[in-house]
């Protein structure tokens, strides 16, 4: 049997990589709007005009579905959260570009990505994964105010309690968000001076 070649099996890879984040995307649209339990393969499959046969390509059945999409979601708030860091000057500029930058995926080209409302339904291992995922990324939001507080960037506030109102507020954009341009630039240009406000040192 011939054997293919590094460049054919990475373009391979990158085909596959490439339909399975459309797959995601789609997924995580009808998810959004009908939830887990109203939600078939079928409804991804219409629209992304496949059959449904063609998905089981790509997910064994809809829990897995789900779990890529929760896995896709925390993999671009850390991608966003690691920008920032990488940018940010102290602790609370940080927080802003990191609060832009994540928005700017959820309403922007890489967008929708899936509200984590459904972990209930998860299978045991990949709950977990996701919960811990989750609590990483908390974690490191809150190590992001700590910063700010310690620099004097941003006023003394209950890391925890501050972190699940912000957040909380950021995750849940994909579910009222569905599309519109204009609607988009404005949740750019707003959210994170609004998210951001009450942080700042007096």
């Keep these: ?12 890879d990158t085909r596959f990589s490439l339909k399975r984040n459309r797959m995601l995307k789609a997924a995580a649209r009808c998810f959004n709007l009908k ?26 059945n809809k829990q897995e579905l789900v779990y890529l999409c929760y896995v896709r979601a925390a993999d671009v708030g850390r991608e966003a959260m690691q920008r920032a860091v990488d940018e940010g000057e102290d602790g609370l500029e940080t927080v802003r570009r990191y609060l832009r930058y994540h928005i700017e995926y959820m309403v922007g080209d890489q967008g929708p990505v899936a509200i984590m409302s459904e972990i209930p339904s998860l299978k045991p291992e990949h709950r977990e994964k996701v919960l811990a995922l989750s609590r990483t990324h908390s974690a490191a939001f809150e190590a992001l105010l700590e910063r700010g507080i310690a620099d004097g960037s941003i006023a003394p506030c209950d890391l925890r309690m501050t972190g699940n109102a912000i957040m909380g507020s950021l995750n849940w954009i994909p579910k009222w968000f569905h599309g519109d341009p204009t609607v988009a630039e404005k949740i750019l240009e707003e959210f994170p001076r609004i ?8």
């Design 1 to 12: 049997m011939q054997s293919r070649s590094p460049g054919t099996e990475n373009a391979i």
């Design 35 to 60: 939830g887990y339990s109203g939600t078939s393969l079928k409804d991804v499959a219409d629209l992304l005009g496949l059959t449904d046969a063609a998905l089981y390509y790509y997910v064994r």
């Design 195 to 202: 998210l951001s406000a009450g942080l700042a040192a007096r």
